[in-house]
Each structure stands twice: as structure tokens, then as C-alpha cells.
């Protein structure tokens, strides 16, 4: 019987457990499923059609942006509020603060020298005000030096420096040399020497000034009490004076003007190349050609300034020379006032040239050149600091700047 009820028994227990699986999977699947929000099933479709990774990129960069502008705000919420070093308390400004009361006697002293005047922090580079000059310096001439670069290192006119070494320079700018000591007025002006023998006024009046210009000023340490009437005015004679802001006429030093194939002889001061009268000869064509190789300069431009009425054109020694111009030959030698060999050509038309410095000569008085005609050769005879061509071109009046005639370089 015992054996009967255990066989019924592992015969329903399958059944059972089967049934009991099944009421399980009943009871789940009854549990209704929780539907995705719409915010979810918007970032689902942005997934699927491939949008999600730009959509975290939009997101990532829209959090900074905000994170920062948080930051921002509490900055700004927070420096407001915090009082700055300067700002005073609302304890201080309901009523008067008591004042110490100190009693100066029972303080000990100090060794601390009393020092009057305002104190000034020391400054270490002291802009010390330029005071003009009132007396007069020398200079002793270097090498490359001009007449224009040593006026500028004074803060004169070129003219200036000529004025004031007539006896040394003769106003030629050609004769600065080496070694030469200049004097070196403290203004514009000229240096002469008052020889007596005329008025003082008029003597001051011939260089653009007053009397008083040149006795009151100080670099000439005149006393105006012991001169007595300015215009004539108790000065001893061969005293040098500065005359401030006076002008003169340069000394001609160079060749005369009218140099014509009628009228050599103008030019027989200068030296033994003067000419006799020519009749007839070429005739130039009023233009005008380079008359070396080189188209620069080599020292001197014009300058009425510095009574250099020519330009000095580069060449080396031995280079051709040539007729700017049609012409007849009006000088041809040797120069007495620092031009050294010396061409003059009378183009017959008003216009004379002049070539200077010559190491050779190729033509002589009354021959007719043709332009660009050879007729020396580039040298460094007379005043010269070295091989160039002096070269100038003239009117019977005036001596224009060959710039304004000759073509462009």
C-alpha cells in the first residue's frame, strides 16, 4: 500500500511543477510594461538616424557656454559685495572716532637730521637745459670732412663756416684739408676784422646789421659804456669781431663770367691758359651732354651757400673729358686759383662750360670742339682731394646749376 501512494506521488509531482512554472509566467507577463517618455524616444530616432554623437557634441559645448556665464555672475555678485582697501566702514561713519591724545614731550627722540626745502625723489638722468654759445671754438678739420658735415655738427649754415676762416678757406670749399683748424663761430654770421676808417654803423650796415648787433653781443665782450656813440663807436682798430646774423658776398675765387671768343682776355687773371680773341668757330646747339663717364657725384654739388657754383662728377684718373657742347676753345692751361689744368669753351650762343682738376689737356686756345668731343682727361691738379671733374656751366651774368641742363643720369 506504502509502495502505491509513493508511485502516485512521483507520478502527479511533474504535473505539479509544471503547473507551478506556469502560474509564474502568468503572474509576469500580467504586469503591465512601462511606455519610453517622448524626450527618450526623440533621442532614440536622433540615435538610429546616426545624429548622436553631433547631438552629445551640441550638448557638451551648451554646458560650457553655461557653466561659464555661471561663473561670471557669482564673480561679478562677489566683488560687488566685497568692500575695496579704500572703502570705509558703516562703523565709522556713525560717529566721530575718539582721537589719541599724545603727549609729544614723552616721546623719545630721534637723531634724524632736519633737512628744510621740499624733498624730490633723485633722478637719474637730468635733462640739463642747452644754453647757446657765446664764444668761439675751434675745430681741426678730419679726414672726409665737407663744409656741410661740419656745419651741421655745429648747428650752422654752411656759409657760416666759410665766413668765419676767409683767411684760411679763401671761400672756396675746395680748400679744406686735413689737419686745418677751423674757428667755429657760436652763431650765424660772419667773422671780419674792423680796420677802422669808416663809420662803425656803416661798416655794420655793409654786412646787414646794426651797430648795436655787433657791440652788444657777448662773444665780443664789448662794453657798451666805454664805446660811446655806437655808430662810431671807440673800437680799436684790427679787433677780430663776431657780427651776428651778418651776411657778405662770396670773393670771387673762381674764373670771371664773359669769357667770350671775342673777349678771352677776361680770363688772363686766372693764369697762363688765356686765350686771344677768336672770330667765327662752332657754334653749340643749346643742349647739353655728360661731360664724363661716371653720371654722380664725387664730392661738391651746387651750392650758393657754400660758393660752389659747379658740381664735381665722379671719374678716375685718366678718364675722357668731353665738350658738354659745341664750341670754340676760350682757355686752356693752368689755373692760378685752384683749379689746376683748365678748359674753358665759349659755346657762342651766351653759354661758356668749364672743366677743372684736368690731369691732361687734348685741345688748345681757338680750336672748335663738336660735342661729346674729347678734350682732357680726368684728373686731381690744383685744390682737389682727389681725382673728379669740376665742371660748371655759365652765363655772362650767372653761373647756373648744370643739373637744371643736363639729361637725367
Given amino acids: 500500500m506504502m509502495n502505491n501512494m509513493q508511485n502516485n506521488f512521483n507520478e502527479e509531482s511533474p504535473v505539479s511543477s509544471e503547473t507551478d512554472k506556469n502560474k509564474g509566467r502568468t503572474d ?5 510594461a512601462r511606455q519610453p517618455g517622448w524626450i527618450a524616444r526623440w533621442m532614440n530616432s536622433l ?23 555661471v561663473v561670471i555672475l557669482l564673480a561679478q555678485a562677489y566683488y560687488r559685495q566685497t568692500p575695496g582697501p579704500l572703502s570705509v566702514s558703516r562703523e565709522q ?14 616721546m623719545p627722540a630721534l637723531d634724524i637730521p632736519i633737512i628744510s626745502g621740499i624733498a624730490r625723489a633723485a633722478q637719474l638722468h637730468t635733462n640739463v637745459p642747452s644754453r647757446p654759445r657765446q664764444d668761439i671754438s675751434t675745430y681741426a678739420v678730419q679726414d672726409g670732412d665737407t663744409v656741410f658735415g661740419i656745419a651741421e655738427k655745429f648747428g650752422l649754415e654752411p656759409q657760416t663756416i666759410l665766413w668765419g ?27 671780419w676784422e674792423w680796420l677802422g676808417g669808416i663809420p662803425f654803423g656803416d661798416w655794420a650796415k655793409f654786412y646787414g646789421v646794426t651797430a648795436a648787433d655787433i657791440i652788444e653781443f657777448p662773444g665780443n665782450k664789448i662794453d657798451p659804456n666805454t664805446v660811446g656813440d655806437y655808430n662810431n663807436a671807440n673800437i680799436k682798430t684790427a679787433t677780430w669781431l663776431i657780427i651776428p646774423g651778418g651776411s657778405r658776398e662770396f670773393v670771387n675765387w673762381s674764373a670771371p663770367l664773359g669769357v667770350t671768343r671775342e673777349n678771352p682776355a677776361s680770363a688772363r687773371v686766372l693764369g697762363q691758359g688765356a686765350c686771344e680773341a677768336v672770330s667765327g668757330g662752332a657754334v653749340g646747339y ?4 655728360y661731360p664724363t663717364n661716371k ?7 651746387y651750392s650758393e651757400k657754400t660758393n660752389h657754383r659747379g658740381i664735381d662728377l665722379a671719374g678716375s684718373e685718366g678718364e675722357g673729358v668731353y665738350a658738354t657742347d659745341a664750341g670754340v676753345i676760350v682757355y686752356s692751361g693752368w689755373n692760378d686759383y685752384g683749379y689746376g689744368n683748365m678748359i674753358m669753351v665759349d659755346h657762342g650762343n651766351g653759354f661758356q662750360s668749364l672743366y677743372a682738376h684736368l690731369s691732361a689737356i687734348y685741345r688748345g686756345c681757338g680750336q672748335s670742339v663738336g660735342q661729346g668731343e674729347g678734350i682732357g682727361a680726368v684728373g686731381t691738379t690744383g685744390r682737389s682731394s682727389g681725382p673728379h671733374l669740376h665742371f660748371e656751366i655759365m652765363t655772362s651774368t650767372w653761373k647756373v646749376n648744370p643739373w637744371d641742363y643736363l639729361p637725367p643720369p
Avoid: C, W
Fill in 295 to 301: 653720371h654722380y657725384l664725387s664730392g661738391f654739388d
Fill in 93 to 106: 561713519d556713525t560717529g566721530p572716532v575718539p582721537t589719541a591724545v599724545v603727549d609729544i614731550n614723552s
Fill in 165 to 191: 676762416n676767409y683767411n684760411l678757406l679763401l671761400d672756396d670749399p675746395h680748400s679744406l684739408k686735413p689737419g686745418q683748424e677751423l674757428t667755429i663761430l657760436p652763431v650765424n654770421g660772419v667773422y
Fill in 47 to 69: 540615435v538610429q538616424m546616426g545624429l548622436g554623437e553631433s547631438l552629445l557634441r551640441i550638448g557638451t559645448n551648451l554646458f560650457s557656454i553655461v557653466a561659464i556665464m
Fill in 286 to 289: 643749346g643742349t647739353y651732354v
Fill in 28 to 32: 509576469i507577463s500580467a504586469t503591465p
